[in-house]
């Protein structure tokens, strides 16, 4: 009796066991796949997140008298950093570009690529002043016209077409092959002049006697280069002091 009865249960327990070892494995996959379905929609969002960066200007408060020094850029940019959100050493490794822009250091304030809720954060911090996003300007092209100038007749004339004096313009950079800058006939740069030349070390000449670029990080110019992309830093330049073309 006792062979007869005892029979099933070695096939009872071993399909109690393959039951609760199918269970485990179920249990185990179900856990990673969560796990792992949480880490790929947490990738996801850090993505999401570092894609819709954009370029904010903030203006801050001073430091007080005897807090920091400002003596050396260094401690400038020490004091604009301490104002922007703390950035893990995983996030940083993924973002192509840095967060900080520019620091400014005749104004009180910096450009940093910011998103929109680190923008309402930093808003609320103590010795921030205010946090606007960047601003696309559209330039104008007017013609010499438009400034009253004659070749013929008034001040363009009367002060010898600007013979001597050294113009500088801030603008979107300068075409230099463009006719307007020919230097033929022109003498070399005043013995005063201390400036650079950054378009390739060979555009410049007796005309265009310097040309430097401070695009660091906006959105609409990319090419950190003197060279004019726009047209309306030519347009400008040749009409201030550009030879007849």
Known sequence: MRNKISGPFPIIEVMFIFLVTFMLKLSSSSSSSS????????????????SNLGTYIFYVNKPEEGTTTMQTDEDLLDWHSAFLPVISIDESSKQHQPRMVYSYRHIPGSAARLTAEEVE??????????????????????SPQFLGLNQEKGLWKDSNFGKG???????????????????????????????????NGTSCNNKIIGARSFQSGGRYLRVDSPHDEVGHGTHTASTAAGGMA
Request: glycine fraction near 6%.
């Open 121 to 142: 954060n930093m808003g609320k911090k103590d010795g921030v002043i205010s946090v606007r996003p960047e601003k696309l300007f559209t330039m104008q092209t007017h």
């Open 35 to 50: 796990s792992s379905s949480s880490s790929s929609s947490s990738q996801e969002k850090e993505a999401a997140s570092l």
């Open 165 to 199: 004096v050294i113009i500088g313009v801030l603008d979107s950079g300068i075409y230099p092959n463009h006719p307007s800058f020919d230097d033929q006939e022109m003498p070399p740069p005043p013995a005063r002049w201390k400036g650079k030349c950054e378009l």
